[in-house]
Each structure stands twice: as structure tokens, then as C-alpha cells.
């Protein structure tokens, strides 16, 4: 293609500004607690309906490559996390304007460089350099020192527990953080009835000796064996169902053995030997030669049918002297097969997908075959029962395994997720797995003590806070994290600005970072200015009282000594040793508790989202130059080709 047939398109910093914007025009609508759904009607006149970020921005069919460059970084980082598209989309806008508007402001900018836009782009990239080396360096320690301190940390005993807890235990707060993940993806109506199925499903799933993350892992890794979508039902019809659901019906007749055991045996290839697979063609000739080949070749298929024939009988003997009655296949098996397995009164499932096959052989300990003539005893899997359940308008094979509870693990389950439509099941499919990963991403430690910390930034050191970090570190949802690092930001600017004189004419980039940051709370409380004042005047009184968030029998009592310093009563009657947090004074007790309905969030989750941000926000400001080749429209759809549905969970209870 010849560079005269292309068209060249200079891009500047309000040019990448206004495409942020356009997208986060979109988002907006179901940003929020109270956020709505978006609707698409697609060419075919079909309707998607969702408040998933991700889900909204890969249905749009976008022309500027800037665009897609964003949604292509919105979906890697949801893709890891679970979490934070529609967040993603509103602090990379905000970082943009306060890039902007800084830019704009600076006296430099007119004299550095013949063309003010040049110059303008220049200064930008520096800016957004500087961030993006700044939050690598110092923004887990200043996470660390400024808004972990005012979190709880919730530990895999409590994902695990009893879904049936009194209301301020750690479990309560645990299906908080779900119930307030589900919110945000699917709606108010059933976020509790799903938190606490997701919170069933990972107490089966624990792994005895095994690590969260582990256990959590392997429910992300076969997830897709592990659900069953079941469309003309209610959520609530939603449930967990002993063993394995098969998504294959029996081919053979099935024996009615009911809950008695059975053994079975996994095949990967074809159970007969055959001359020819399917799609192979044998081509006969013609003349006196050929003829007598033909009729040479004629006996040697008969004499072969006859010896695979044979073999097929004989390997179905072994499986009977083995005791076993149900045979698995990843392949379709010949008429023969079937003929000779229905005699011997053997149960036999085809077609099975890779993933469950990889699923039944770990649970049941067995190997797949892929020699028929070597079946060994270590072959076969001793199986609880093996029988149709009927799920919806399908049949399928449900199997149960012997003594994992006392083995490895809890209680092998599958989850049955219902729902009026084929795409809203899709949509509660993909909500739980994302939930996965964002439990996952919240068990990924920051890596620091506070301690060690608070001497990279001694100036944001709260006096209260010497413990180890673990994992699984929460805080109220409703801007609470960015409120507090927003307030740990502007002290760290100060800090430095007194100690270092240089770049006296750029603003510091954390000034920059914790103006963006105030984004998220505001537009939360949008329907309201003045409880957005509210609330960041009560989290700016808990930080100067060093008080924490949740109520004190929260925290794990690990310390002997408490390191609270600097008290504002010489007598606190809250004070406790054995606490690494407490209250200073009664009068706290009150202003801990006006976040409780709000939610909570995962504090790894809320790093993560900030770094692939401004690593987003540096990648956009490099591109100078786009070439416009008119291609066909680009859309992110094909990610989400069975998303199509009509209505919504909402709607679906009327």
C-alpha cells in the first residue's frame, strides 16, 4: 500500500482528552452504587443489556484506533483483576484533564518550542512518565503507610466459614466484599443470594493444607467444568450440586444402578481400531491390474474388520474383569462400540470437552487412556454413582467421587447458575469468575511492612499501625480508598516540596495523582455534593484521630504490646493490648460505623487499577501520529459473541 493512499492524522493532548471522554460518557451511566444498565441493540436487532464495564465497552463498535488502544487496556486489566472497568475509564479521564489543564497553565510551554502543541505534548509525556515512575516506586508504600492501616484484613477460614454469621464478624464483612463486587456487575435485587452461593461454592472448593490463592486458582482454572448455565429459571432456582456435572448426555442406555458405585474408565482416542478415520477417502482404480488389486485389497479390509472386531471384544472383556460399567470418551465412537457396550450393559458418554475430562481425572485420581490395549488398574476411577440429571431442557451426566472430603478437600461441588434468558446466565457466569479474579488480585500482598514503610515516607506514618501485611486487606467501598490516599498523597507532596527545590515549575505529579483520585468519590456521590463533603470531612476526622474504620474485635489479636502512640486521652477505656487497632475514645464509636452500608473493596484490587491507569495514560500520550488505513469497523464483541440477551436480572422478577 502506497503512503499517497494513506491519510496522515496528528494527534494532540485534547484530541486523546476527547476520546477518553466519549468513553467515559458511556460508563457513567452505570457507574455507582446507583448506576443503571446500559442497552445496545445490535444489527440483528438483538438487545444487550449490562452494567459490566468491560461488558459495555467491548459491545462498542469503535472507529479511532485511540479508542480501541483504551478498551484493549481496560480489558487486559479486567481480564487479570475482575474488577474496576468503569473506574479504569473515570480516573484515566480525570488524570488527562489535570494533565491538561496542567499543561495548559505553565508558563514554559509558549517559549520551550516553535509550536505550542508540540511543546504541549512534550510536557505531557514528561508528566506522565514522571507519574508512572513515581506510583512504581512509591505508591505501595504510601498504600501502605496512608490506607491500610484503616482496613481489616480477612483471612481464608472466613471466606470459608458458614455463610449464616452474626452481623460484625469477619464472614459478614467477607460476603460484603461480594455482595458489593455483585452490586456493581449485576444489580441490588440478588447480590446477597449470589455472594453467599460464591461464598458456598469456595468453602467446597478448599483445599486442606493448601494455600488461598491455590484453591482459588484451581476454581478460576476449571471453572468452565464447574458451571452449568440453565436458562428459563429464576436466580434463585441458583444452587450447588454434589460431584461433577458432565455436559453430555449417555449414548448407551444407562443401567439403573442408581447411588450405587461404579468404576469408570477415561478414553482419549477411539476405542476400534479403524482402516480409515472419518474424512479419509479410499480411492479404487480401474483395468485388469487393478482389478485384482482391488480384490486383494477388498480381503485385506474384510480380514481387518474381523481382527478389530475381535480386539474391541476383547478390550471390552478386560474392562469387565476390571469391574468397570462407565466409559468416558473425548472422541465420537463407531456403532460397534456402542452395539458391544450396550450388550455388556456399559454406560458410555462421548464428545466430553477437554476441561471436564482434565477435571474428572484430578478429582478421581485416575489416567486417561490412550493405548487401549495397556489398561491398568490405575486406569479406572471408583465413582460414588454415575446418572442422568436433568438441569433445565438438558439432560446430563452427574458423578460423585469417594472420600475427597477426607482426602483433599471440603466437598467437591458444581454450580448450577439459573436465569430467565441464555445471555443472562452468561452474564452470571462471567460475574462469578471475575469474582474469582478479584479475589485472587486481593490476595496478592502489597509486600512491605508498615513499618518498613513509614521510613521511605516517615511524614505519613499514622502512629497505630506496626504490623505485618497480610493479604486479603479490605476497605468500605463509596471512594474511601481514594479518599485516603488522596489526603496520604497531598502530605507526601508537602513533604517533598519542602525537602526538594527542583521542578519548581511543574506541580508535583502526587498533587496531580490525588486531584484525579477525587473523581471516584464525587461521581458516587453525584446525586449529592454535600455528602460527598460529608463523608470527607468524617475519614479526614478518623485520620487525625488515628482511628480505624471497622470495629475493633475486627483486627486480629496478635500483638502483646500496643503501639499506639501520641493518644489524645491519657486513659482510653477502648485501649487494648492485645489490639493492633482501637478506638481513643468513645466518641469514635459512632463515626466508625457510617460506611457500613456502602460495601467494601479489595485494596490490591484498588493498586493494581492504579498502576495499569498510568501505565494507560503513558502509553496513550507517546502516540503522535495515526494513519488512517478505512478498514472495516473494529469491535471488541467477538470476546462476548453469546452476550446477546433481552431484558435484565432486574426485570426478570415481574
Known amino acids: ?11 494532540h493532548l485534547k ?93 514554559t510551554v509558549s517559549h520551550t518550542c516553535n509550536s505550542r502543541k508540540a511543546a504541549e505534548a512534550a510536557l505531557a509525556r514528561r508528566l506522565a512518565d514522571e507519574l508512572l515512575a513515581f506510583v512504581l516506586e512509591d505508591l505501595d508504600d504510601l498504600i501502605t503507610v496512608g490506607v491500610v492501616p484503616y482496613g481489616c484484613c480477612v483471612s481464608w477460614e472466613d471466606f470459608t466459614a458458614k455463610t449464616q454469621s452474626p452481623v460484625h464478624t469477619n464472614n459478614h464483612h467477607v460476603q460484603k466484599l461480594l455482595a458489593s463486587f455483585f452490586h456493581t456487575r449485576l444489580g441490588y435485587t440478588h447480590c446477597d443470594f449470589i455472594s453467599n452461593l460464591a461464598c458456598e461454592l469456595f468453602a467446597s472448593w478448599k483445599f486442606k493444607n493448601d494455600t488461598p490463592a491455590l484453591s482459588l486458582q484451581f476454581v478460576n482454572d476449571n471453572f468452565p467444568a464447574l458451571h452449568t448455565p440453565v436458562s428459563g429459571f429464576p436466580i434463585d432456582c441458583s444452587r450447588l450440586i454434589e460431584g461433577q456435572i458432565i455436559h453430555r448426555d449417555f449414548a448407551t442406555p444407562c443401567p439403573q444402578t442408581e447411588n450405587q458405585p461404579v468404576k469408570a474408565v477415561i478414553f482419549t482416542g477411539y476405542l476400534e481400531s479403524e482402516l480409515l478415520r472419518a474424512g479419509e477417502v479410499l480411492e479404487v482404480g480401474c483395468g485388469e491390474q487393478v482389478m485384482e488389486e482391488n480384490s486383494s485389497m477388498k480381503q485385506s479390509i474384510v480380514q481387518f474388520s474381523a481382527w478389530a472386531e475381535r480386539s474391541l471384544e476383547w478390550v471390552i472383556a478386560d474392562l469387565q474383569s476390571l469391574g468397570v460399567s462407565v466409559l468416558l470418551f473425548a472422541v465420537k465412537q463407531s456403532p460397534a462400540v ?70 483433599v478437600m471440603v466437598k467437591p461441588c458444581s454450580l448450577v447458575i439459573c436465569a430467565p434468558g441464555e445471555g443472562q446466565t452468561d452474564q452470571y457466569a462471567c460475574a462469578f469468575r471475575d469474582a474469582i ?29 506496626q504490623r505485618v501485611l497480610e493479604p486479603g486487606c479490605v476497605i468500605p467501598a463509596g471512594g474511601t480508598f ?12 508537602r513533604s517533598r516540596s519542602v525537602s526538594d527545590n527542583t521542578n519548581m515549575s511543574l506541580p508535583a505529579v502526587s498533587q496531580l495523582l490525588a486531584k484525579a483520585l477525587l473523581c471516584v468519590p464525587q461521581r458516587i456521590y453525584s446525586y449529592s455534593p454535600r455528602h460527598f ?72 484490587c484498588k493498586y493494581q487499577l492504579l498502576l495499569a491507569v498510568v501505565q494507560c495514560v503513558t502509553s496513550l500520550l507517546r502516540v503522535d501520529a495515526v494513519l488512517c488505513t478505512h478498514t472495516a469497523s473494529y469491535t471488541h464483541s467477538h470476546r462476548f459473541a453469546n452476550s446477546s440477551f433481552v431484558g435484565s436480572e432486574d426485570e426478570a422478577e415481574g
Open 1 to 11: 500500500m502506497h503512503m499517497g493512499m494513506l491519510s496522515l492524522e496528528h494527534l
Open 15 to 107: 484530541h486523546v482528552l476527547q476520546t477518553v471522554c466519549a468513553l467515559e460518557a458511556v460508563v457513567l451511566r452505570s457507574f455507582g452504587p446507583d448506576g443503571g444498565q446500559v442497552l445496545f441493540i445490535r444489527d440483528t436487532a438483538e438487545a444487550m443489556l449490562s452494567r459490566s464495564g468491560s461488558r459495555i465497552l467491548t459491545a462498542l463498535r469503535l472507529e479511532h484506533p485511540l479508542a480501541r488502544m483504551v478498551v484493549e487496556c481496560v480489558w487486559k486489566h479486567s481480564t487479570v483483576t475482575g474488577d474496576g472497568s468503569k473506574t479504569f475509564v473515570l480516573l484515566l479521564a480525570s488524570l488527562l484533564r489535570m494533565i491538561h489543564t496542567t499543561v495548559c497553565k505553565d508558563p
Open 338 to 407: 456402542l452395539a458391544l457396550a450396550t450388550q455388556a450393559e456399559m454406560c458410555v458418554v462421548e464428545c466430553i470437552s477437554e476441561d471436564e475430562l482434565s477435571l474428572f481425572a484430578q478429582l478421581s485420581g485416575s489416567m486417561p487412556v490412550s493405548d487401549f490395549w495397556m489398561i491398568q488398574p490405575e486406569h479406572v476411577a471408583s465413582l460414588a454413582f454415575c446418572r442422568p440429571v436433568l438441569l433445565g431442557a438438558h439432560r446430563y451426566v452427574h458423578v460423585a467421587f469417594h472420600d475427597l472430603e477426607e482426602k
Open 437 to 465: 479474579r478479584m479475589l485472587l488480585t486481593a490476595w496478592e500482598p502489597l509486600g512491605m511492612t508498615a513499618h518498613t514503610a513509614s521510613k521511605r515516607t516517615c511524614s505519613n506514618a499514622s502512629p497505630f499501625q
Open 482 to 493: 481514594e479518599l485516603l490516599l488522596h489526603h496520604t498523597l497531598r502530605q507526601h507532596s
Open 533 to 604: 463533603l460529608k463523608t470527607q470531612t468524617r475519614i479526614l476526622s478518623l485520620i487525625s484521630d488515628h482511628s480505624p474504620l471497622f470495629p475493633r474485635h475486627l483486627y486480629k489479636q496478635e500483638h502483646k504490646t500496643n503501639p499506639v502512640q501520641n493518644c489524645s486521652t491519657k486513659e482510653c477505656p477502648l485501649q487494648d493490648s492485645k489490639l493492633s487497632m482501637h478506638y481513643c475514645g468513645q466518641a469514635h464509636m459512632s463515626s466508625n460505623f457510617f460506611l457500613s452500608d456502602l460495601g467494601l473493596e479489595s485494596i490490591s
